[in-house]
C-alpha cells in the first residue's frame, strides 16, 4: 500500500520525487507527464490547484498527491463558470484549442466514452457526470503508466543552479554540492526555483 503524499518536486529529467508521510521519498519515473504528476488534466500550478491539493510543481505543470485528486481538480476546473456557461463542444474547444489538437476526434471520443452528446450543456452535467467527462478527456490525451521506486537514503545528485544574478544566495551556496535526496531543500521544490538536479557520473 502506498503511502500518503505530502510534498513533490522535480527529479533528475523527467522523473518526479514524492516525500510519503512515512518519511521515505518515492520516484516516478517513465510514462506521461500527465502520470508523473498525478495530473490527468495537466493543469498548470497555481492558486486553483493549490486550492485543490497540488502538493508541488513541475516548474509549470501541479503536481498531486495521487491520481484522485487529479481527476478532482479537473472536476473542479470544469465546474468553474468560465466552462458552465458552454456545450461540452465549447468546453472541449477552450481546454484542447484546434490548434494544438484535433478537436473533431477529441468529441467522437468523449461522446463515444461518455454516451453524452457535443451539444449538451455543461450546467447540465452533475458533479459525477463531470468526473466523468474528466476521466474521458485524460484517456482520450494517453495518460499512460509509468513505474514508482523508493528511493534508498544513499543516492546522490549534484545540485545546479542557473548560474544567473536571481538565483537565490542559499541556493548558490549550494551550486555543484553532492547531497541526498533526504537532505532538504530540494532543487525546484520551492515556486520559481530554477535550479535542478543532475546525476552523478
Given at each position: 500500500?502506498?503511502?500518503?503524499?505530502?510534498?513533490?518536486?522535480?527529479?533528475?529529467?523527467t522523473t518526479r520525487m514524492y516525500?510519503?508521510?512515512?518519511?521515505?521519498?518515492?520516484?516516478?519515473?517513465?510514462?506521461?507527464r500527465a502520470w508523473r504528476n498525478n495530473n490527468p488534466g495537466n493543469l498548470e500550478y497555481g492558486k486553483f490547484t493549490r486550492d485543490n491539493g497540488a502538493i508541488g510543481t513541475d516548474g509549470r505543470f501541479a503536481i498531486f498527491p495521487?491520481?484522485?485528486?487529479?481527476?478532482?481538480?479537473?472536476?473542479?476546473?470544469?465546474?468553474?463558470?468560465?466552462?458552465?456557461?458552454?456545450?461540452i463542444e465549447g468546453a472541449i474547444n477552450r481546454y484542447a484549442p484546434p490548434n494544438e489538437n484535433n478537436v473533431e476526434d477529441y468529441l467522437k471520443s468523449i461522446e463515444r466514452q461518455t454516451g453524452f452528446s457535443r451539444s449538451t450543456p455543461m450546467n447540465n452535467l452533475s458533479k459525477d457526470n463531470l468526473l466523468n467527462l474528466a476521466k474521458a478527456m485524460a484517456k482520450h490525451e494517453g495518460n499512460m503508466s509509468g513505474?514508482?521506486?523508493?528511493?534508498?537514503?544513499?543516492e546522490k545528485y549534484v545540485w545546479v543552479t542557473v548560474g544567473d544574478d536571481e538565483v537565490r544566495p542559499e541556493h548558490e551556496a549550494l551550486d555543484g554540492k553532492?547531497?541526498?535526496w533526504y537532505d532538504t531543500p530540494h532543487p525546484g521544490e520551492e515556486y520559481g526555483c530554477r535550479c535542478h538536479a543532475e546525476s552523478i557520473d
Amino acid at each position: 500500500m502506498e503511502p500518503t503524499y505530502v510534498s513533490a518536486f522535480p527529479g533528475i529529467g523527467t522523473t518526479r520525487m514524492y516525500v510519503g508521510n512515512d518519511g521515505n521519498i518515492y520516484e516516478a519515473s517513465g510514462g506521461s507527464r500527465a502520470w508523473r504528476n498525478n495530473n490527468p488534466g495537466n493543469l498548470e500550478y497555481g492558486k486553483f490547484t493549490r486550492d485543490n491539493g497540488a502538493i508541488g510543481t513541475d516548474g509549470r505543470f501541479a503536481i498531486f498527491p495521487d491520481t484522485a485528486t487529479g481527476f478532482n481538480a479537473m472536476a473542479s476546473l470544469l465546474a468553474t463558470n468560465s466552462y458552465q456557461k458552454l456545450t461540452i463542444e465549447g468546453a472541449i474547444n477552450r481546454y484542447a484549442p484546434p490548434n494544438e489538437n484535433n478537436v473533431e476526434d477529441y468529441l467522437k471520443s468523449i461522446e463515444r466514452q461518455t454516451g453524452f452528446s457535443r451539444s449538451t450543456p455543461m450546467n447540465n452535467l452533475s458533479k459525477d457526470n463531470l468526473l466523468n467527462l474528466a476521466k474521458a478527456m485524460a484517456k482520450h490525451e494517453g495518460n499512460m503508466s509509468g513505474k514508482k521506486r523508493l528511493v534508498p537514503r544513499y543516492e546522490k545528485y549534484v545540485w545546479v543552479t542557473v548560474g544567473d544574478d536571481e538565483v537565490r544566495p542559499e541556493h548558490e551556496a549550494l551550486d555543484g554540492k553532492v547531497r541526498t535526496w533526504y537532505d532538504t531543500p530540494h532543487p525546484g521544490e520551492e515556486y520559481g526555483c530554477r535550479c535542478h538536479a543532475e546525476s552523478i557520473d
